[in-house]
Each structure stands twice: as structure tokens, then as C-alpha cells.
């Protein structure tokens, strides 16, 4: 199982290796990165993409972007660290990931003040190193708790990609299945192809099959069909940001998945970690909702598929609110609907 995961941000101390997510299915490209303008235009053009994954890089991307930061004192460091993480955190707005990595950066640079600057910088990419190894062990912890909630045999749908790609390892909606698949359990998918941008064809669809998992492809207009033929049984997803009410933002389309989903009585589950739950911000109207070029819709991938100027309307995100939402994985446990209240335990020490 180990060695179907591929590590789609890696440091070598020199240089970014960050997986170049929009070549796949076809090509396996690995892009070797060691300034920080490569790595915000890798977030923002989502060679980097998914949540967790684009808060490793930006930790990653930071301590890059401070390599050459003046050494004379910390006030002068300090003002260029701001700087650079000020300007990976306009890459994308939605994943709350980017800002909570980028905080715990600063935090931890504000955290070794006493020590010379060249140490702290060292510190600082250590911090990025533990940021990466802290999501493989949460994706992980979420695999196990979500799959408490899955049985042997059952059909899952999912749409976008929370898979191992997504993340430092495993994924998190994905994380429960690969598990199944270690333990000998039989798990299928239905996999939304995820317009416009197809994350669900290319990546999900992509890492469950190199898996071994029976994964089914389908186009998102046709999840209503699969549930009224009752060929799933629960659907999973990732998410972006989780607002302190519980309402949750994530892939255009999942908020539809999820009125489909209570339509006809299948229990519709978010996985989120943490770093993904964003107490700050109180409902799911005040999450910022990126929106992305009209050619992503009129012409996907190079194609044109609509006429010359038309109009577009084209956000990367929905919200899904909380009351379609019948449980909430994290890698503390796992909340069933009193969000408001259950959320902010999670964070009590
Ligand atoms: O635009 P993307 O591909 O970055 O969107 C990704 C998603 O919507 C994922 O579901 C989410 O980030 C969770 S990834 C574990």
C-alpha cells in the first residue's frame, strides 16, 4: 500500500519538488522549485492543489522566499518574512490551510526572536518539515476514524480529490478507503468527474485505480441517478474550510452533491482536519469564495467549447451548509451535527 502514494511536496533542503498536478493522468512531472514566485504560481495555477497540500507548500515556499532575508537583526528579518508570507497568502483565498500555515510559520519565527537569524531560518524550515509530517499522521488518524463509519460492501461517492495528493499522505476522504482496501474490506467508488477542471477523472480516479480500488467514473450530473438507483451508500468529501457554525466550503458542485445526498437519505460526511477548521471565520457566508478564468469553463483544457464572449460565472467553491451535513471526521473524533458547540472543543488543550 505504502508505495502507491506518491509525496506530492517534498524539500531536499535545496529545492521544491512539488508534483505538477495538472499533467496528470497522463504524466508523472515533478516540478524542482527554489524561489518563492515559482511556488505561489504553482498554488495559484493548481500544480500544487487540495487543502493540506497547499498549506505544506506555502510553509515550504516561505522558507525559500526568506533564504536571502538580512541576518542584522530580527526587527529588519522579521519585516522581509512578513513580506514574502504576505504575498504567498494572495495565491488562492478559499483553503484556510494557506493562512494556517502561513500563521504557524510566523508564529514560530516570532517563537525563536532570541536566536540569531540564521538559526531561525534553519528553525523555520524545520517548522515546514513538521507542518508535512503532522498531516500525514492527521490523514491518518482521520482514515481510521471515518472508516468506523463505513461497512464492508458499501458503495461511496466522492467528488473532487481529498486524496493522497491532496495532502502530505493517504489524503482525508480518501484516507478511510485506502485503509479498507489494507484491512481486506470491500469498498467501490463513484468518483464525480468534478467540472470544470476535473480533478475527480484526473486525480481521483487516477489514485484509486493505481490503488487496486474499484472505482467508477462518472460525470457530477449523474450522481442523482446513481443514488436514486441506491448504487451508494454514504458519500465522503474533503473541504477547504469549515466555518465555526459547521457549514463547510469546498469543490464547486459538493453543495449539490449534498442536497442529492439528504434528497434520498444517504448520510453525506466531510472529512477535515484541524488545520481546516477556521473558528474565525463564523459561517459559511464570510468564507471568500475564489473565483477563476471564464477559459476554465469556455475552454477546458485547451478546447473551445462556447461561443466567443460569452459571459461567465465560474467559482472554484460552494458552500455546503451545516445542516446537510450528517458528520464531520477530524483527527480528534468524529461530530454529529451540534457543530457550533463541537467544533470549538476540538482546539480546547
Ligand atoms: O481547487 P482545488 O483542486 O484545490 O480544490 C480542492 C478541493 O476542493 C478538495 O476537496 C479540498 O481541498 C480538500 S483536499 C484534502
Known amino acids: 500500500m505504502e508505495e502507491?502514494?506518491?509525496q506530492s511536496v517534498r524539500?531536499?533542503?535545496?529545492?521544491?519538488?512539488?508534483?505538477?498536478?495538472?499533467?496528470?493522468?497522463?504524466?508523472?512531472?515533478f516540478l524542482e522549485i527554489t524561489n518563492i514566485e515559482d511556488v505561489w504560481d504553482a498554488i495559484k495555477q493548481l500544480k500544487v492543489r487540495g487543502a493540506p497540500a497547499i498549506g505544506i507548500a506555502a510553509a515550504y515556499g516561505l522558507a525559500l522566499g526568506i533564504k536571502n532575508a538580512p541576518e542584522s537583526d530580527f526587527?529588519?528579518?522579521?519585516?522581509?518574512?512578513?513580506?514574502?508570507?504576505?504575498?504567498?497568502?494572495?495565491?488562492r483565498p478559499t483553503a484556510v490551510n494557506l493562512f494556517w500555515?502561513?500563521?504557524?510559520?510566523?508564529?514560530?519565527?516570532?517563537?525563536?526572536?532570541?536566536k540569531p537569524v540564521n538559526e531561525i531560518k534553519k528553525l523555520l524550515?524545520?517548522?515546514a518539515h513538521l507542518i508535512r509530517q503532522e498531516d500525514e499522521n492527521v490523514c491518518s488518524s482521520i482514515g481510521e476514524n471515518a472508516l468506523s463509519l463505513f461497512?464492508?460492501?458499501?458503495?461511496?461517492?466522492?467528488?473532487?480529490?481529498?486524496?493522497?495528493?491532496?495532502?502530505?499522505?493517504?489524503?482525508?476522504?480518501?484516507?478511510p478507503i485506502y485503509l479498507a482496501k489494507e484491512r481486506g474490506m470491500d469498498i467501490k467508488v463513484y468518483a464525480d468527474e468534478t467540472r470544470p477542471l476535473l480533478q475527480g477523472a484526473?486525480?481521483?480516479?487516477?489514485?484509486?485505480?493505481?490503488?487496486?480500488?474499484?472505482?467508477?467514473?462518472?460525470?457530477?450530473?449523474?450522481?442523482?441517478?446513481v443514488m436514486q438507483q441506491g448504487k451508494v451508500q454514504a458519500v465522503i468529501v474533503g473541504c477547504d474550510r469549515v466555518a465555526a457554525n459547521g457549514d463547510v466550503a469546498n469543490k464547486i458542485g459538493t453543495y449539490g452533491v449534498a442536497l442529492l445526498a439528504k434528497a434520498h437519505n444517504i448520510p453525506f460526511y466531510v472529512a477535515a482536519p484541524l488545520s481546516t477548521i477556521d473558528l474565525e471565520t463564523k459561517t459559511g457566508e464570510d468564507i471568500p469564495i475564489e473565483e477563476r478564468a471564464a477559459e476554465e469553463i469556455t475552454a477546458g483544457f485547451g478546447k473551445s467549447t462556447a461561443p466567443e464572449g460569452i459571459k461567465v460565472f465560474n467559482p472554484a467553491f460552494d458552500v455546503t451548509?451545516?445542516?446537510?451535513?450528517?458528520?464531520?471526521i477530524t483527527e480528534k473524533g468524529i461530530m454529529h451535527g451540534n457543530y457550533s458547540e463541537e467544533l470549538p472543543r476540538l482546539f480546547e488543550k
Not at 451548509?321 to 464531520?328: F, K, N, S
Request: aromatic content about 8%; some cysteine.
Open 75 to 91: 526587527d529588519t528579518f522579521y519585516d522581509y518574512f512578513r513580506d514574502k508570507a504576505d504575498y504567498l497568502a494572495t495565491s
Open 101 to 114: 500555515a502561513l500563521n504557524r510559520m510566523d508564529a514560530r519565527a516570532n517563537a525563536e526572536r532570541g
Open 11 to 29: 524539500f531536499d533542503g535545496e529545492r521544491l519538488h512539488i508534483l505538477d498536478q495538472t499533467k496528470l493522468p497522463k504524466v508523472t512531472e
Open 202 to 225: 484526473r486525480l481521483t480516479a487516477w489514485e484509486l485505480k493505481q490503488a487496486g480500488i474499484d472505482v467508477t467514473l462518472i460525470t457530477d450530473s449523474m450522481a442523482a441517478m
Open 4 to 6: 502507491t502514494f506518491l
Open 151 to 175: 461497512k464492508d460492501g458499501m458503495t461511496i461517492l466522492t467528488h473532487c480529490n481529498a486524496g493522497g495528493i491532496a495532502t502530505a499522505k493517504y489524503g482525508t476522504a480518501l484516507a
Open 321 to 328: 451548509p451545516h445542516h446537510l451535513i450528517t458528520a464531520i
Open 125 to 127: 524550515v524545520d517548522e
